[in-house]
């Protein structure tokens, strides 16, 4: 099976950096995907790890390691518009390659 | 442009009655997926097609049915039998089983209430 954990809210402030942390159990770890879903949208891609490390996209950062079961999403230099939830999704070879989700992370950016 | 287009966006069931959630894609993408989110939960797997004429149950298939005669199209009908079909549909796609790299991506959602 796979179980997946997000904590469900964090609140930070415009210009700070924040990090949200994923932990996984799954029986075949296939890579970690982050992805950004604003109320009432679609989730939009925002990053992709397979192997352990740290992998940076501009404003954005996510870090891997296979061992602990862990990931986390680093945003830095907050905007209002990063006001959304994170999604972290764990493919599963063992489950037909499919995504497992977690519940989300509501991210509140305050002034 | 490329994308995901899901309708309607907001649809009413009444008791007894099926109803179908379009899901078109031209992105040439093989693989297609329906997702319910309820609020609180992660995103569930309710069906996914790797290719045209083949489709498998996902984790929450019950009360659902759903075709793929063709590469573009994956609708979904939640049929009477679903009890609780009050929830945020979303369909997605990807390249295929054979890039697991390759990320899901989503449409708009379509918003399922019961009258």
């Known amino acids: 099976g796979q179980n997946i954990d997000q904590p469900t809210e964090m609140t930070a402030t415009e210009g700070a950096i924040v990090q949200i942390n994923c932990t996984y159990q799954?029986?075949?770890?296939?890579?970690l995907f982050w992805y950004q879903q604003h109320a009432g949208e679609a989730p939009t891609f925002l990053s992709y790890?397979?192997?352990?490390g740290l992998e940076e996209k501009g404003r954005f950062s996510s870090f891997l390691s296979r061992s602990k079961g862990y990931s986390y999403l680093l945003l830095k230099e907050l905007q209002m518009k990063d006001s959304a939830s994170y999604l972290c999704?764990?493919?599963?070879?063992?489950?037909?390659?499919?995504?497992?989700f977690g519940t989300g992370t509501r991210l509140t950016v305050i002034p | 442009d490329g994308g995901i287009t899901q309708s309607p966006k907001y649809l009413f069931r009444k008791e007894g009655q099926n109803v179908t959630l379009s899901c078109e894609q031209n992105?040439?993408?093989?693989?297609m997926y329906w997702y319910r989110q309820d609020p609180g939960q992660g995103l569930r797997l309710i069906y996914y097609?790797?290719?045209?004429?083949?489709?498998q149950k996902g984790d929450i298939a019950e009360g659902y049915s759903v075709s793929r005669e063709k590469k573009e199209s994956f609708p979904l009908t939640v049929t009477s039998a679903q009890k609780n079909p009050t929830a945020f549909y979303l369909c997605a796609s990807s390249i295929g089983r054979e890039t697991p790299n390759q990320p899901q991506h989503f449409g708009d959602g379509t918003r399922l209430s019961i009258l």
């Open positions: 999704a764990v493919r599963d070879w063992t489950g037909a390659n499919n995504l497992f």
């Open positions: 992105l040439n993408h093989d693989a």
């Open positions: 097609s790797q290719i045209v004429n083949d489709f």
């Open positions: 799954t029986s075949g770890f296939n890579g």
């Open positions: 790890n397979v192997l352990d």
